[in-house]
């Protein structure tokens, strides 16, 4: 357990001598002191990293374990029991069944105002302020990204973490004023982070984009994700 020397003294004799030397008091304490404080560092470290992605494990497992299962279909127009039994608003809300990503939405918060948009998004989804809301026939925009670090990353990104496993056809629920929209994934881009010009309506009619982060935890570039009501 502690360093410790053996010395061999040669003399005229034949039956060799042995002297074993112990270190002291001091040393002893050093060296339980060193090897507790490593084993606490190792410790501290690994229950850090669990509890800051612990968000994003949990839905990482989810999704592989039991993703697969959850239906894709309209829920079919019973927006307040539907969005209340999945623990949503009926006022505002999300669901994405195939990714069983859920969450209220936050309206009209600036999406360029950090202090804004990342109070908006410890609650829920942010909706972009400036853009339109379901049945008006207009762009919406919704968007729940991480910031500058994997830290910010499991506060405010574990919600669309899984955005990038939609293709197109899947479905998107939004539940606005007690009322259901559906709708179908058509695009998918990544794009600059800078690039606001998705922000504006392009007069093409209703379409719901989704915006995070790509890759999760960066602010390198965002992930968009376009969507067209399946009943206009």
Same mark, same amino acid.
């Given at each position: 357990m502690y360093p410790?020397?053996?010395?061999?003294?040669?003399?005229?004799?034949? *039956?060799?001598?042995?002297?074993? @030397?112990?270190?002291?008091? $001091?040393? /002893?304490?050093?060296?339980?002191? #060193?090897?507790?404080?490593?084993?606490?560092?190792?410790?501290?470290?690994?229950?850090?990293?669990?509890?800051?992605?612990?968000?994003?494990?949990?839905?990482?497992?989810?999704?592989?374990?039991?993703?697969?299962?959850?239906?894709?279909?309209?829920?079919?127009?019973?927006?307040?029991?539907?969005?209340?039994?999945?623990?949503?608003?009926?006022?505002?809300?999300?669901?994405?069944?195939?990714?069983?990503?859920?969450?209220?939405?936050?309206?009209? *918060?600036?999406?360029?105002?950090? @202090?804004?948009?990342?109070? $908006?998004? /410890?609650?829920?989804?942010?909706? #972009?302020?400036?853009t339109n809301f379901p049945g008006q026939g207009k762009l919406i925009y919704l968007f729940s990204h991480s910031t500058d670090s994997p830290l910010d990353f499991a506060r405010y990104n574990a919600i669309f973490y899984l955005l990038d496993q939609l293709k197109k056809g899947d479905v998107i629920i939004i539940y606005f004023m007690n009322q259901e929209y559906d709708y179908a994934v058509t695009n998918e881009y990544v794009t600059a982070a800078n690039d606001t010009p998705w922000l504006k309506d392009d007069g093409s009619g209703e379409k719901l984009i989704l915006q995070t982060c790509d890759p999760p935890g960066t602010s390198w570039h965002r992930l968009l994700v376009v969507a067209q009501p399946i009943n206009p």
């Open positions: 410790r020397r053996t010395i061999y003294r040669a003399g005229r004799s034949r *039956v060799p001598g042995e002297v074993k @030397v112990s270190p002291g008091t $001091a040393v /002893k304490f050093f060296y339980h002191f #060193a090897r507790s404080f490593g084993a606490g560092l190792i410790a501290f470290a690994i229950v850090g990293f669990i509890f800051s992605f612990w968000p994003i494990l949990q839905v990482e497992l989810n999704y592989r374990f039991f993703g697969k299962s959850v239906s894709q279909e309209p829920t079919g127009n019973l927006p307040n029991s539907d969005a209340e039994a999945l623990g949503l608003d009926p006022y505002f809300s999300i669901y994405i069944p195939k990714i069983d990503a859920k969450a209220n939405v936050i309206p009209n *918060v600036d999406a360029g105002n950090p @202090v804004d948009y990342l109070a $908006a998004l /410890k609650k829920g989804v942010a909706h #972009a302020k400036g």
